[in-house]
């Protein structure tokens, strides 16, 4: 069986497949934001969908990133997790 590292390493020596991922870069970072809060808080998602008043399946949601939430969304998880919510913008770097 082909373990996952792998097959990654391989698909994205694909260049087309490669740009498709940089692309989602900012979503990636996000979902692993999202998912190591929750595990920072000692919630199950269970229990954080019981503090943001919303079900069990829209918190895998979000942490599966299947849609964008919204900023008030990521408010009131930073809220539930004990967490402060920080967006920022930073300078693109120039390619080559």
């Known amino acids: 069986m082909t373990k996952l590292k792998n097959l990654k390493a391989r698909l994205l020596k694909d260049p ?7 692309a989602m ?15 920072r808080s000692g919630l199950s ?3 954080l969908a019981k503090k943001m008043k919303t079900t069990q399946s829209t918190i895998a949601r ?11 969304t990521l408010g009131r998880f930073a ?4 967490h402060k919510l920080k967006i920022s913008f930073e300078p693109v770097r120039a390619k080559g």
């Open 16 to 22: 087309e497949v490669r740009r498709h991922y940089d």
């Open 25 to 39: 870069e900012e979503e990636f970072a996000l979902m692993a934001a999202v998912a190591k809060a929750r595990a």
């Open 45 to 47: 998602q269970a229990q």
């Open 62 to 72: 979000l942490e599966s990133g299947r849609g964008m939430p919204s900023t008030r």
């Open 79 to 82: 809220k539930a997790t004990g």
